[in-house]
């Protein structure tokens, strides 16, 4: 499957951003998607998934309650609404996909699709 990120970009402390990825090549609906991020020096970081159908979403603890993740089959999208940003939060984000039967998958290894990254940048 074919991922495209988009939407990162410079925003201050506190504030918000929405990040989209949009898949192509394989039936949207059997896919487990999920985001992760990578900071300068650091590994990659679960951020969020989400099941197949939406049912069930799972979040790293570090963002839970500020971010929000959902998916639109019909547009086959996902969106990751990020608000309360901090300077933490600085990192390239990835979208990734998987075929899976289980709703939570929280390791990069497990994933098969990658989008291309999109820059996120929190300013203090």
């Known amino acids: 499957v074919q991922l495209q990120a988009s939407g990162g970009g410079l925003v201050q402390a506190g504030g918000s951003l929405r990040l989209s990825c949009a898949a192509s090549?394989?039936?949207?609906?059997?896919?487990?998607m999920g985001w992760f991020r990578q900071a300068p020096g650091k590994e990659r970081e679960f951020v969020a998934c989400?099941?197949?159908?939406?049912?069930?979403?799972y979040y790293n603890d570090s963002v839970k309650a500020r971010f929000t993740l959902s998916r639109d089959n019909a547009k086959n999208t996902i969106d990751l609404q990020m608000n309360s940003l901090s300077v933490e939060d600085t990192a390239v984000y990835y979208c990734?996909?998987?075929?899976?039967?289980?709703?939570?998958?929280?390791?990069?290894?497990?994933?098969?699709?990658w989008g291309q990254g999109t820059l996120v940048t929190v300013s203090s």
């Open positions: 990734a996909a998987k075929f899976g039967i289980r709703a939570v998958y929280t390791r990069p290894g497990q994933y098969t699709d």
């Open positions: 090549g394989r039936t949207f609906n059997t896919l487990v």
């Open positions: 989400i099941n197949w159908s939406g049912s069930t979403t």
